[in-house]
T-cell receptor, first 117, second 115 residues
Framework: NAGVMQNPRHLVRRRGQEARLRCSPM?????VYWYRQLPEEGLKFMVY????????ESGMPKERFSAEFPKEGPSILRIQQVVRGDSAAYFC???????????????FGPGTRLTVL | AQTVTQSQPEMSVQEAETVTLSCTYD???????LFWYKQPPSRQMILVIR??????QNATENRFSVNFQKAAKSFSLKISDSQLGDTAMYFC????????????FGTGTRLTVIP
């Protein structure tokens, strides 16, 4: 059973370009979370999605950032018109969300390190 | 607002010795889970141990154990018989038992195990 997959692992963009980060949850998991880790800081929650629904986006910047988790395919975190301050590691986590003691346990992917030049 | 505080940015321990990492948190909720995550140089987030707030008994996982003081909102991690592979960043985190379940993280403690 493969773990949470994220790609690319490293992404370099110039200011003003778009960045698309992909996350494939663990098999059987229907809940996806995105977190951002700035250098020398802890992870900060961005958005929580279930299939085809955004449940909580309270941690997402209001502009330039969007996320989706379609019925088929990976979850996508999209950053438009990137700026240097977007440089960070972006982690995806998934959970089964089907009830029970471990329903909420989150399994993390390896992260995507975004560098904006 | 929910906050997690790790007051030790860096710590070191001699191999085979014991070290304790501290964590305090603040929430008005009563139903939550607490976690310690390890982030080695590979940057992968690895769950070390979890504690359910309604349980009084402290969680243990092999060499890792916690000291959970609910009234004091304290959740420290003890690593016994430290190994070189324990060198990593350690993050304390919590999530509510109901609702969105997103994790709130502290700023981390960088632990170095010295051979």
């Amino acid at each position: 059973n493969a773990g949470v997959m994220q790609n690319p692992r490293h992404l370099v963009r110039r200011r003003g370009q778009e960045a698309r980060l992909r996350c494939s949850p663990m098999k059987g998991h229907s809940h996806v979370y995105w977190y951002r880790q700035l250098p020398e800081e802890g992870l900060k929650f961005m958005v929580y999605l279930q299939k085809e629904n955004i449940i909580d986006e309270s941690g997402m910047p209001k502009e330039r950032f969007s996320a989706e988790f379609p019925k088929e395919g990976p979850s996508i975190l999209r950053i438009q018109q990137v700026v240097r301050g977007d440089s960070a590691a972006y982690f995806c986590a998934s959970s089964p969300g089907t009830g029970g003691r471990l329903a909420d346990e989150q399994f993390f992917g390896p992260g995507t390190r975004l560098t904006v030049l | 607002a929910q906050t997690v505080t790790q007051s030790q940015p860096e710590m070191s321990v001699q191999e085979a010795e014991t070290v304790t990492l501290s964590c305090t948190y603040d929430t008005s909720e009563n139903n939550y889970y607490l976690f310690w995550y390890k982030q080695p140089p590979s940057r992968q987030m690895i769950l070390v141990i979890r504690q359910e707030a309604y349980k009084q008994q402290n969680a243990t996982e092999n060499r890792f154990s916690v000291n959970f003081q609910k009234a004091a909102k304290s959740f420290s991690l003890k690593i016994s018989d430290s190994q070189l592979g324990d060198t990593a960043m350690y993050f304390c985190a919590f999530t509510f038992r109901t609702g969105a379940n997103n994790l709130f993280f502290g700023t981390g403690t960088r632990l170095t195990v010295i051979p």
